[in-house]
């Protein structure tokens, strides 16, 4: 065996080790997804602990639940469709929505872990466009006579898309609501929101439909599943 040999061969040995333990520590590192999970907020353990409305029971038809295994996120969503909506004169609208968007990590929902707000998406047709065009505060909520300020869009933009193409009368706002006043919301027995120049009153049906969807949200509920 020659000199270079014999160098050598413990130079890839050596290599061998530092390649089966790395390749160790990454195969370790993978068989355990989320094996180490932050620690929740104290604003997000206040959240969970907030006075969550009753479930009346079955799922109403208005809200849907789903998983998405690729991102290990569940997504609750509850759209009111054909909504009471008024404008100043000048403004035509013919119909309007809104679509209340909650989301957590995995299929379960940790009891120590609230939401600290949900997102509200309010479309509308209106002619001429602009109805909804961004103002301060972005939205308002009216409950029970007490006026409720809502935040931004959830990626710090106005949240607004106006109508698109000649002629386009769809546009759209999103902003968001914290979950202490979706609650208060969800448990009144009247409320309305104004966004832009567009007032819309909630019917107690309605209403119904948010206090369902604000009880699923309560992380303390058996399986703290939706």
Request: net charge positive.
């Amino acid at each position: 065996m020659s000199m270079l040999e014999r160098i050598g061969r413990p130079r890839v040995w050596a290599g061998l080790a530092v390649g089966a333990l790395a390749l160790g520590v990454g195969v370790a590192a993978y068989a355990w997804p989320g094996s180490r999970t932050s620690a929740p907020s104290a604003k997000q353990r206040a959240a969970a602990e907030l006075a969550y409305p009753d479930s009346s029971g079955p799922l109403p038809e208005a809200i849907t639940v789903t998983y998405d295994a690729g991102k290990n996120r569940t997504q609750m969503c509850a759209e009111l469709a054909a909504l009471s909506a008024s404008a100043p004169a000048g403004y035509r609208l013919s119909t309007a929505t809104m679509r209340v968007r909650s989301e957590f990590t995995g299929e379960r929902r940790r009891e120590d872990r609230g939401e600290l707000s949900v997102r509200v998406d309010l479309l509308i047709e209106s002619s001429p466009p602009g109805a909804l065009a961004p103002s301060s505060p972005v939205a308002e909520l009216n409950v029970n006579g007490k006026v409720l300020a809502a935040r931004g869009a959830s990626d710090g933009s106005s949240g607004y898309e106006p109508a698109k193409g000649r002629g386009g009368r769809g546009e759209s706002l999103e902003f968001r609501v914290s979950t202490k006043d979706l609650i208060e919301l969800a448990s009144s027995k009247a409320a309305s929101l104004k966004a832009g120049v567009v007032s819309v009153q909630l019917s107690a049906r309605e209403i119904a439909v948010l206090r369902e969807f604000a009880a699923r949200m309560n992380p303390r509920l058996v399986g703290a599943k939706p």
